[in-house]
């Protein structure tokens, strides 16, 4: 069983000293074409508020980085249907992202999903699973796309992404803010 989210904030400090209150919280803006959005009210630590409107690219981004950062999500039977039969769909996808600066295509299904013969996991799909793992291969190595396999448990798929949402954020906060990029000195 996965062990809860940190129940506190990012910690940021400087000189020894905790600044992490002087850092807003990011706003998530959700693409409004996501019809079963990612929910982030189970994180309060990291997401200050979310808000919908239409992206150019992506389901999810920060407020005040929507030129910079964008994140795709991906379930495993939209993966699957994606790659496969709307490959061409894909491939513009993956050009639009690479545009950003920070992307990322977070896969809700671990890596062990991706390559199990589809039907064992009650999918219906002449796709195998090889097809689609060196696809994700060949779009994050042409394109430079890091992708984040999760979880098929949507809540733990939805922690990741607020993690990596907020973490982005922060050290696009302090790196703007002259705090250079790290979370304490000597550290990450």
């Not at 959005?37 to 997401?47: A, E, K, M």
């Not at 490959?87 to 993956?94: A, S």
Request: hydrophobic share 40%.
């Amino acid at each position: 069983m996965p062990v809860d989210p940190p129940p506190g904030r990012l910690l940021v400090k400087r000189m020894g000293h905790s600044i992490t209150r002087t850092i807003p919280k990011p706003v998530v803006i959700i693409d409004s074409h996501e019809l079963l959005p990612f929910d982030f009210s189970r994180f309060p630590n990291w997401i200050k508020d979310v808000k919908t409107q239409p992206l150019a690219a992506g389901d999810y981004t920060v407020e005040g980085m929507e030129d910079l950062l964008i994140l795709e999500r991906k379930s495993l039977v939209d993966l699957i249907g994606t790659v496969i039969q709307r490959r061409y769909r894909f491939i513009d996808l993956c050009e639009r992202l690479a545009q950003y600066r920070w992307r990322a295509i977070i896969v809700e299904a671990n890596y062990c999903n991706i390559k199990t013969v589809y039907e064992k996991l009650g999918l219906e799909t002449i796709a195998h699973p090889n097809a689609v793992s060196g696809t994700l291969d060949a779009a994050e190595v042409r394109y430079n796309i890091p992708i984040i396999y999760t979880s098929r448990n949507k809540a733990l798929a939805e922690e990741k992404a607020a993690s990596w949402l907020s973490k982005h954020f922060t050290y696009w906060y302090l790196e703007e803010h002259g705090l250079g990029r790290v979370l304490q000195s000597g550290d990450l």
